[in-house]
């Protein structure tokens, strides 16, 4: 019986630690290499062997940070049971998966579905974060989620939220303090905006310029005039001055 052998180009390695082929005609095996590292041919007339990274081109699922398998399964299980089952199934799912996940994950899956805008879904994540021993309240992490709270119009939910607020023992933080109450005119809350500018004084995040600008603006843009002639006036006496708007 005769035998068959199939003729190769021999393949030389470079410094570079590229592959090159030495015989620089056609290859007909050549067409069913995967794209991303077919040969291609050099000025000189040499095929090069690249090598593509495929991990470059893998993106976060979410911002901030990977999520893990259960982190992922979480996620598409909460969608899955909002749309099939409703409230019962969601909390079903809350039980049996969110609720196993770990600090980090459980942090990660809220991101997620805050970013995929599933405000209802991020609630009652939200509400299991601040059940967890480990759990620190930071401002930003109730910015985030009176964000898409508002964006979905469950202004309910946002005062819900606001009143968890007043409960926290909150570090001082001007700047996150600042951003909620921008996030919370900007939907039309101007009482809840002044609750928090209270809330912010009383733990000791002391109000800058940007935080009377924004009160200010807010409040005039709401038509609460009264609420922001008391705010010029304790801006005057903080600072110094008379704060000035510019019309753009």
């Known amino acids: 019986m005769s035998s068959f052998y199939l003729h190769l180009p021999p393949i030389k390695r470079c410094f570079t630690g590229t592959l090159i082929c030495c015989h620089t005609s056609t290859n007909p095996l050549l067409s069913a290499f995967p ?15 690249t090598m593509r990274d495929r991990s470059k081109n893998r993106k976060p699922t979410q911002r901030g940070r990977y999520l893990s398998i259960e982190g992922i399964q979480a996620v598409q299980a909460l969608k899955k049971a909002k749309v099939n089952g409703g409230l019962d199934a969601v909390a079903h799912e ?3 998966k969110v609720r196993r996940l770990v600090k980090f994950d459980l942090v990660a899956v809220l ?13 009652q994540v939200f509400e299991e974060l601040r059940r967890e021993h480990w759990y620190k309240p930071q401002v930003s992490i109730y910015v985030d989620i009176i964000s898409v709270l508002a964006k979905s119009g469950l202004y309910e939910k946002v005062e819900q939220v606001c009143s968890y607020l007043k409960t926290e023992c909150l570090e001082p ?16 809350f101007t009482q ?6 209270r809330l912010m004084k009383l ?18 843009s709401n038509g ?20 000035e708007f510019f019309e753009e």
């Open 94 to 96: 809350i039980e049996t």
């Open 203 to 220: 733990w000791e995040s002391e109000p800058d310029e940007h935080t009377f600008r924004i009160l200010i603006s807010g409040l005039e």
């Open 173 to 188: 933080d001007t700047e996150g303090f600042n951003l909620l109450m921008k996030t919370l005119l900007e939907y039309g």
């Open 111 to 123: 991101r997620e579905l805050q970013w995929q805008g599933e405000a209802i879904l991020a609630f």
């Open 224 to 243: 609460d005039k009264d609420s922001a002639i008391a705010i010029r006036a304790e801006a005057k006496k903080q600072l110094g001055r008379t704060l």
């Open 192 to 197: 809840t905006a002044m609750d928090c500018f």
């Open 35 to 49: 794209q991303s590292w077919r040969p291609q041919r050099s000025a000189m007339g040499i095929s090069v062997v």
